[in-house]
């Protein structure tokens, strides 16, 4: 079973001698080179403004907050170090969630965020001969009884290694993660592999899925979610991996909250 990782959040800001400034709080990049790069650039813009970045785990960003001002007030000796008033607070209802894809040549992380403000759905990172993955995602979410949450609502897909729909299944679970429809630590129990239907969440058989579990054992994963009609060609691999068969959307939910009871 692979451990899950707690989402981390980049937080750029001014310490005081008895408050903190909050400047922008949002979460950290996965992929190692673009968090560099992002700190770097945040580093000489809040240098200049005599302010600094920091990245702190939580499950949420107003969890990584609470926790890196504990740590102020533990550094400070002051028990009575907050917030400023005049913090920008506006980001810290936002929530994350990641889970893990596969293809034939390598892992894909797709990670979920939904934030405050005005509707909207975007998706980035994603095969650009697959049009309407937003479509059939959102479709597939509301038609298997769950609910597209409200304000805005961002997928992005780290080293899509040329793969589209397979990715469906991890999207649509980070969305209902990150919206607090489904615990985020279960999706890190399974790799999902899949495409969506959008009229009724069927998870449908696609070329590729079981290069793509090979791909996840080879990179220590154990368990993988499949189209159920393809768990026979998966278990062909001879791999020893745990093949767990899906036909839709709820299906998948109901797996990855059993594997997560058994942890």
Do not use: K
């Amino acid at each position: 079973m692979t451990a899950t990782q707690t989402p981390e959040f980049i937080i750029v800001g001014r310490r005081d001698a008895a408050s903190y400034t909050l400047w922008d709080i949002a979460p950290a990049p996965a992929g190692l080179s673009r968090r560099q790069r992002v700190v770097e650039e945040l580093d000489v813009e809040a240098g200049d403004a005599l302010g600094q970045v920091d990245i702190i785990q939580g499950a949420t960003a107003a969890e990584a907050l609470d926790g890196f001002l504990d740590g102020l007030r533990w550094a400070s000796g002051n028990p009575e170090y907050a917030l400023a008033p005049n913090s920008n607070t506006s980001n810290l209802a936002a929530a994350s969630a990641h889970a893990n894809g596969a293809a034939r040549a390598g892992m894909v992380l797709v990670e979920a965020t939904v934030w405050p403000g005005q509707d909207g759905f975007r998706i980035t990172g994603w095969h650009r001969y697959d049009s309407t993955p937003d479509v059939r995602i959102r479709d597939a979410i509301v038609s298997s009884g769950f609910t597209f949450p409200e304000g805005a609502v961002s997928v992005r897909v780290d080293n899509h290694r040329g793969v589209a729909g397979t990715l469906d299944l991890a999207a649509a679970c980070t969305i209902l993660a990150a919206s607090g429809q489904l615990d985020p630590r279960v999706l890190g129990q399974a790799v999902l592999l899949g495409e969506l239907r959008g009229f009724d969440g069927a998870i449908d058989s696609l070329p590729g899925i079981a290069d793509a579990a090979g791909t996840a054992h080879i990179n220590g994963h154990r368990t993988v979610l499949v189209p159920a009609r393809q768990v026979p060609d998966v278990r062909a691999l001879g791999l020893g991996l745990e093949v767990i068969g899906v036909r839709d959307l709820a299906a998948a939910v109901t797996t990855l909250r059993s594997l997560a009871d058994r942890a």
